[in-house]
């Protein structure tokens, strides 16, 4: 495993990490979450992501009751979760100061911890104003309850707010963003977010690397019965995941993956762990067998020399003008 700097923080993550979004509590059960999460451990992920909204907590207390059993040792892992959608009352969604703190007093409940390495915004709250939620989250990282704050889905121009806001008020700035990432998404990261890396040092770990499964082909011929898309309730997914020309990309970059000799998820992975500003890639799998393959990503990052990166590029012809931080660049 690689171990990137998360932005211009002390705090070191693994280039690959692993996430509970969709499929822990909801699609698959602690036993297979812990199967999982044991192989990526086992591949040196540090970095397990969750969310109070993921799962309406189960998500957390499945990953918390995994950590317990396993006994891993706690200064060994990074983990995190996410504040805002808590639930259906008026204070327990959002970003004002009783939510954030409230919220993440109860995350840190149900996954039985002390504190958590990381804490988001998971998304913008305009109800809000940006000075309360940077109070709210320097009181958490100063009374223990987090060691760092970070952002998810914001504008670059809210994360610059929040950082001025931070430093006039001698408060703690957000030190990462979580946004998406990945080869048919990639505007925020690679162009919005480019001054910020320098400006604030700003770090990123980025979500869906596998555009939710489509990057793998598994979609080319229609939807697996036992995957995310077949999912009730993610019927929301399939407008976003299943266009024609997106379809039509993935089996090219299928072609590229085959001459590369490696599977077309793990073509996908190695993509985004080339840009060097992303600090990790948060990685989410239903199957033990996927984590095993998406883990071996790392071993094709240096298999992509720079005819196979313009030859992918020429496929999603999707390149903002601006790509700052590639390798060789
Ligand atoms: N901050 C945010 O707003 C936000 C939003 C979304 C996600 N996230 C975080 O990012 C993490 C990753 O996101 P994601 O789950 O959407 O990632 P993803 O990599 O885009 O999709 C993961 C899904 O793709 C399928 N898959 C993965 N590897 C595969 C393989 N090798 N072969 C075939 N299918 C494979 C699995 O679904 P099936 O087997 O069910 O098809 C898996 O659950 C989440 O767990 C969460 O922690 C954050």
Same mark, same amino acid.
């Given at each position: 495993?690689?171990?990137? #700097?998360?932005?211009?923080?002390?705090?070191?993550?693994?280039?690959?990490?692993?996430?509970?979004?969709?499929?822990?509590?909801? /699609?698959?059960?602690?036993?297979?979450? !812990? +199967?999982?999460? /044991?192989?990526?451990?086992?591949?040196? $992920?540090?970095?397990?992501?969750?969310?109070?909204?993921?799962?309406?907590?189960?998500?957390?207390?499945?990953?918390? *009751?995994?950590? /317990?059993?396993?006994?891993?040792?706690?200064?060994?892992?990074?983990?995190?979760?996410?504040?805002?959608?808590?639930?259906?009352?008026?204070?327990?969604?959002?970003? #004002?100061?009783?939510?954030?703190?409230?919220?993440?007093?109860?995350?840190?409940?149900?996954?039985?911890?002390?504190?958590?390495?990381? $804490?988001?915004?998971?998304?913008?709250?305009? /109800? *809000?104003?940006? +000075?309360?939620?940077?109070?709210?989250?320097?009181?958490?990282?100063?009374?223990?309850?987090?060691?760092?704050?970070? *952002? #998810?889905?914001?504008?670059?121009? !809210?994360?610059?707010?929040?950082? +001025?806001?931070?430093?006039?008020?001698?408060?703690?700035?957000? *030190?990462?963003?979580?946004?998406?990432?990945?080869m048919?998404?990639?505007?925020?990261?690679?162009?919005?977010? !480019?001054?910020?890396?320098?400006?604030?040092?700003?770090?990123?770990?980025?979500?869906?690397?596998?555009?939710?499964?489509?990057l793998t082909g598994?979609?080319?011929?229609?939807?697996?019965?036992?995957?995310?898309?077949?999912?009730?309730?993610?019927?929301?997914?399939?407008?976003?995941?299943?266009?024609?020309?997106?379809?039509a990309t993935v089996r090219e970059l299928s072609t590229v993956a085959d001459d590369l000799g490696c599977s077309t998820a793990q073509l996908a992975l190695a993509w985004?762990?080339l840009?060097?500003?992303?600090?990790?890639?948060?990685?989410?799998?239903?199957?033990?067998?996927?984590?095993? +393959?998406?883990?071996?990503a790392?071993?094709v990052?240096?298999r992509i020399d720079d005819a196979t990166e313009a030859r992918i590029e020429s496929i999603l012809d999707?390149?903002?003008?601006?790509?700052?931080?590639?390798?060789?660049?």
């Amino acid at each position: 495993m690689e171990y990137r #700097s998360l932005g211009s923080s002390g705090l070191k993550v693994s280039a690959l990490s692993f996430g509970s979004w969709v499929t822990f509590g909801d /699609q698959v059960d602690v036993d297979r979450a !812990a +199967e999982c999460m /044991q192989i990526a451990y086992d591949h040196g $992920v540090n970095f397990f992501d969750n969310a109070e909204a993921y799962a309406g907590g189960q998500s957390e207390r499945m990953m918390g *009751t995994i950590i /317990q059993e396993k006994g891993w040792t706690r200064s060994d892992l990074v983990v995190s979760t996410k504040i805002f959608w808590g639930g259906d009352g008026p204070n327990d969604r959002g970003l #004002s100061r009783k939510h954030v703190v409230e919220g993440t007093k109860a995350a840190l409940e149900r996954l039985q911890m002390d504190y958590v390495d990381l $804490v988001y915004c998971h998304r913008p709250d305009r /109800q *809000t104003p940006i +000075e309360e939620t940077v109070r709210a989250m320097s009181f958490l990282i100063e009374n223990g309850y987090a060691f760092y704050w970070g *952002t #998810s889905e914001w504008s670059a121009d !809210a994360i610059r707010h929040a950082h +001025e806001v931070a430093r006039r008020e001698h408060l703690v700035p957000p *030190t990462m963003e979580q946004p998406q990432y990945n080869m048919l998404h990639r505007e925020r990261v690679e162009r919005e977010y !480019a001054p910020l890396y320098d400006d604030i040092g700003l770090g990123t770990t980025t979500w869906s690397p596998l555009a939710s499964g489509l990057l793998t082909g598994k979609y080319n011929d229609g939807i697996p019965d036992d995957s995310r898309l077949a999912m009730e309730n993610y019927e929301w997914l399939q407008d976003q995941v299943l266009r024609e020309e997106q379809l039509a990309t993935v089996r090219e970059l299928s072609t590229v993956a085959d001459d590369l000799g490696c599977s077309t998820a793990q073509l996908a992975l190695a993509w985004c762990l080339l840009n060097e500003d992303v600090s990790t890639v948060i990685t989410g799998a239903s199957k033990p067998s996927q984590v095993e +393959e998406n883990m071996q990503a790392l071993d094709v990052v240096d298999r992509i020399d720079d005819a196979t990166e313009a030859r992918i590029e020429s496929i999603l012809d999707n390149e903002p003008a601006a790509r700052p931080n590639f390798r060789d660049q």
